[in-house]
Each structure stands twice: as structure tokens, then as C-alpha cells.
């Protein structure tokens, strides 16, 4: 375990291990048992069980990020009046519809299941080398050697977060560049397996992006 927070998710930690272990024989049954498989099989389950949340947190993010300029306008016309800019800003979200708690509450039911996810496959023991295998990686409890999955999780992280920027501010854009690069570099040195993760599901998540917003983007073309 790693330490106060590993012991907080043991629970569900112990639970992705049991459908782990499941998946794992569901691709032995198959005849090319893989726990490389299984994790992404795991996660791709995860990410398809979590998918109305992340409708719902997406959606928050982006109608926020549209609002953006006009609040804006605002916090500039208001800025010596705390009280009324408060109050133009409550009326700005109800005239659009939109709670700026409404991304908080989905994340925050996520981060345990996807905390668990962490640190079960930080701690997860392959019961043999060759299981451990997985493409090109010869373990997937070691970091991978080649960089490939360090790399794959940059780039996936900055196309996820590209496509839910419709402000492109200054802060936005040093965001959009020093939080893919910041993944990267962690990644250097965790689990390949637990990148594994990480990686597939960035590109469940831009797949379900882009399901979400596809009649935006003909909407988009249309105009």
C-alpha cells in the first residue's frame, strides 16, 4: 500500500483486483491470456459504467468555458463592486443554465473508483515474468523502456484536453501544454501497466468526446 490515501481506497482497490483477476481468465479461456488485455478490457468497463457522469461533468466544463468572456466583461465593469459583480454573475449562470457545481459532484464520485483503479495496478503483482508481459514491454511492473507509453500519455492527455477548450486564454494555453508534459514525465518512472491505464483511458474518454459532441461539429459545419 502507499501509505494514508492506498489504505483509504483498499476497498475498491481489492475489488478492481478480483475483476481484474476475472478478465485475465476471460482472455486465458480465449487462448492468449493477457493482463495487458485485462487492463484495458478493465478500464474501458470503468469508463463505460462512469459514462453519464462524464457526460454530465464535460458538459459543465464546456458551458463554463463558453460563459467565459462575458464573465469576463463582468468581473472588469464590476471590479470595484464585489457585491453586484456576484450578483450579475449569479444571474449570467441562470439565464444560461448552467451550476458551476454541476462538474464538481460527477468528478468527485469518480475519483474514488478511479483512485482505486491507481493504486490497484501500482501494487498489482503478476504471478509469473510472462504474465507480466505485455507487446513490447517485458514487464508491466516496471517502467517501460522504450518511452512509448510516456509519450502516448502526453499525447493523449493534450487531445482530451483540446477537446473540451473553447477558450483559448493565455492560462489555458500554458495549461494545455504543462499538464501533458507533466503526465509524461511521471510516467517516466510508474508501472507501465498503471500507464497502460492511463493511456487507454484518455482515448475512451476522447472517444466519448467526440460521441458527445458530434452534432456540434455538423452543427459547426452546417453553419
Same mark, same amino acid.
Given at each position: ?26 482472455t486465458d479461456l480465449a487462448g492468449f491470456g493477457s493482463y495487458g488485455v485485462a487492463i484495458i478490457l478493465l478500464t474501458i468497463l470503468i469508463k463505460m459504467l462512469l459514462y453519464p457522469l ?43 443554465? &448552467?451550476? =458551476? !457545481? ?5 468528478? *468527485?464520485?469518480?475519483?474514488?473508483? #478511479? ?26 511492473s516496471d517502467p517501460d523502456p522504450y518511452y512509448i507509453l510516456p509519450v502516448l500519455s502526453a499525447l493523449t492527455t493534450f487531445l482530451q484536453q483540446k477537446q473540451t477548450t473553447t477558450e ?9 501544454? &504543462?499538464? =501533458? !508534459? ?5 510516467? *517516466?518512472?510508474?508501472?507501465?501497466? #498503471? ?29
Open positions: 500500500m502507499l501509505g494514508f490515501f492506498g489504505t483509504i481506497f483498499e476497498p475498491i482497490e481489492n475489488l478492481l483486483h478480483v475483476v481484474l483477476q476475472a478478465l485475465y481468465n476471460v462524464t457526460v454530465k461533468q464535460v458538459k459543465s466544463m464546456k458551458a463554463m468555458q463558453e460563459l467565459s468572456p462575458k464573465m469576463k466583461k463582468i468581473q472588469e465593469k464590476y471590479k470595484d463592486n464585489p457585491q453586484v459583480m456576484q450578483q450579475k454573475v449569479g444571474a449570467l449562470y441562470k439565464e444560461a443554465g &448552467v451550476n =458551476p !457545481l454541476a462538474g464538481c459532484l460527477p468528478l *468527485l464520485i469518480q475519483m474514488p473508483i #478511479l483512485m482505486g483503479m491507481y493504486y490497484a495496478l501500482y501494487n498489482f503483482t503478476y504471478p509469473t515474468p510472462e504474465s507480466a508481459a505485455f507487446l513490447w514491454l517485458p514487464n508491466m483559448m486564454n493565455q492560462q489555458m494555453k500554458i495549461m494545455m501544454t &504543462v499538464m =501533458p !508534459l507533466f503526465i509524461g514525465w511521471i510516467s *517516466l518512472n510508474f508501472p507501465s501497466g #498503471l500507464v497502460l491505464y492511463w493511456v487507454t483511458m484518455n482515448i475512451v474518454q476522447i472517444a466519448q468526446q467526440w460521441w458527445m459532441y458530434r452534432n456540434d461539429d455538423k452543427k459547426k459545419e452546417a453553419a
